[in-house]
């Protein structure tokens, strides 16, 4: 179907972490959106009930059943292939459960009234997720005719602080069930999430706290055995400036006589008050951008592919998410 290779060739289901609020939701869906470059048919897919991507692709919200969303990126002006995607939420996931075991989606809709879903989502979080994790893993896996329905799936899944637990499935059921059907379904949804097929990417600004949440987080799942993805360095700002000027500014050595010149012959009055100021705020900028480099090289040591997303200026609307998707594509991501 492709043109060409990408960095995740193999892989058929992206789950998509980092810290909160760095973009986990906007960047599942523009890969989503890359992935179905030229005709690929792929599912984003979340899991905590928040309704995001309905927001994002501005649709009714998404009920626990996959709906086509948007269409793909296209080449050359033509579209590309469909994107659908699911709202997985616990209780939805616990009937989908009793359901697919015993057969009991009735029962389970007057449980719910009763609590067992309180029960299973505070009691035995474990179940909750590898329902949600089993639903990803199912469609990624799921065939028809042959061949697989969907070409990718994506996972707008928990941050950093809980990645670990919720994608470690089979460790944390084993303490719930020994055997049985619980058993064999966390087994199954561990050996997907384990098996090349699943990569784990990272969502990061460049930004301290979200950068050592992505490093500690990328070590986790490391230890946990997991295949490691891409890191997503997202809401990237241009340096607007040429090296040796930055350099200049950071040092404290910006010519102020110079910019005074310039913006006396633009017509501006005060002209050496105006590029004092300028002076002071370029050196920030500069100290910033050095900042941001030293971050680059931190990201850079944890041997992942990287990749890097535009501060879109005026909000995320689906003009940005297709840019944002053409940006993943053409730097390898899909
Ligand atoms: N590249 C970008 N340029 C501009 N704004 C962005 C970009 N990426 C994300 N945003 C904005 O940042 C905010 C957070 O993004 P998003 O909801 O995708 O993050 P999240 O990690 O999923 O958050 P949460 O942890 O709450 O689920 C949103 O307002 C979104 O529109
Ligand atoms: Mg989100």
Same mark, same amino acid.
């Given at each position: 179907?492709?043109?060409?290779?990408?960095?995740?060739?193999?892989?058929?289901?992206?789950?998509?972490?980092?810290?909160?609020?760095?973009?986990?939701?906007?960047?599942?869906?523009?890969?989503?959106?890359?992935?179905?470059?030229?005709?690929?048919?792929?599912?984003?897919?979340?899991?905590?009930?928040?309704?995001?991507?309905?927001?994002?692709?501005?649709?009714?919200?998404?009920?626990? @059943?996959?709906?086509?969303?948007?269409?793909?990126?296209?080449?050359?002006?033509?579209?590309?292939?469909?994107?659908?995607?699911?709202?997985?939420?616990?209780?939805?996931?616990?009937?989908?459960?009793?359901?697919?075991?015993? #057969? +009991?989606?009735?029962?389970?809709?007057?449980?719910?009234?009763?609590?067992?879903?309180?029960?299973?989502?505070?009691?035995?979080? #474990?179940? &909750?997720?590898?329902?949600?994790?089993?639903?990803?893993?199912?469609?990624?896996?799921?065939?028809?005719?042959?061949?697989?329905?969907?070409?990718?799936?994506?996972?707008? @899944?928990?941050?950093?602080?809980?990645?670990?637990?919720? =994608?470690?499935? &089979?460790?944390?059921?084993?303490?719930?069930?020994?055997?049985?059907?619980?058993?064999?379904?966390?087994?199954?949804?561990?050996?997907?999430?384990?098996?090349?097929?699943? @990569?784990?990417?990272?969502?990061?600004?460049?930004?301290?706290?979200?950068?050592?949440?992505?490093?500690?987080?990328?070590?986790?799942?490391?230890? +946990?055995?997991?295949?490691?993805? #891409?890191?997503?360095?997202?809401?990237?700002?241009?340096?607007?400036?040429?090296?040796?000027?930055?350099?200049?500014?950071?040092?404290?050595?910006?010519?102020?006589?110079?910019? @005074?010149?310039?913006?006396?012959?633009?017509?501006?009055?005060?002209?050496?008050? =105006?590029?004092?100021?300028?002076?002071?705020?370029?050196?920030?900028?500069?100290?910033?951008?050095? +900042?941001?480099?030293?971050?680059?090289?931190?990201?850079?040591?944890?041997?992942?592919?990287?990749?890097? +997303?535009?501060?879109?200026?005026?909000?995320?609307? =689906? #003009?940005?998410?297709?840019?944002?998707?053409?940006?993943?594509?053409?730097?390898?991501?899909?």
């Amino acid at each position: 179907m492709r043109a060409r290779d990408t960095d995740w060739e193999g892989v058929r289901l992206h789950v998509v972490t980092g810290k909160g609020g760095t973009g986990k939701t906007t960047v599942a869906a523009a890969l989503a959106l890359a992935l179905s470059y030229n005709g690929g048919k792929v599912l984003l897919i979340e899991v905590e009930g928040r309704q995001g991507i309905a927001r994002l692709f501005d649709c009714p919200p998404l009920p626990y @059943a996959e709906r086509k969303v948007g269409i793909g990126l296209g080449k050359d002006g033509r579209t590309g292939g469909d994107l659908y995607a699911l709202a997985v939420d616990p209780e939805g996931a616990l009937l989908d459960y009793l359901d697919m075991f015993y #057969g +009991l989606r009735h029962a389970g809709q007057a449980l719910t009234r009763l609590g067992l879903v309180d029960f299973a989502t505070t009691i035995a979080p #474990g179940l &909750s997720d590898v329902l949600r994790t089993g639903k990803a893993t199912e469609a990624a896996r799921r065939k028809a005719g042959g061949r697989e329905v969907y070409d990718a799936v994506v996972m707008d @899944a928990p941050p950093t602080g809980r990645i670990g637990r919720f =994608l470690n499935v &089979s460790v944390e059921v084993s303490g719930l069930a020994k055997v049985g059907p619980v058993r064999n379904h966390a087994d199954t949804v561990a050996r997907v999430i384990r098996s090349p097929q699943t @990569a784990v990417h990272f969502v990061t600004t460049l930004e301290e706290m979200p950068i050592q949440e992505t490093l500690d987080g990328l070590a986790e799942l490391r230890s +946990l055995g997991l295949q490691l993805g #891409g890191i997503f360095i997202n809401k990237v700002h241009p340096d607007g400036l040429a090296e040796a000027d930055l350099k200049a500014a950071a040092e404290g050595r910006t010519n102020e006589a110079e910019i @005074a010149l310039g913006l006396k012959a633009a017509g501006l009055a005060d002209a050496q008050t =105006l590029a004092a100021g300028l002076a002071i705020e370029l050196g920030e900028h500069a100290r910033n951008v050095a +900042l941001q480099e030293r971050e680059r090289r931190e990201l850079a040591a944890a041997g992942q592919p990287r990749y890097e +997303l535009p501060a879109i200026t005026d909000g995320i609307d =689906l #003009g940005g998410l297709y840019r944002l998707a053409e940006v993943l594509r053409n730097q390898g991501a899909a």
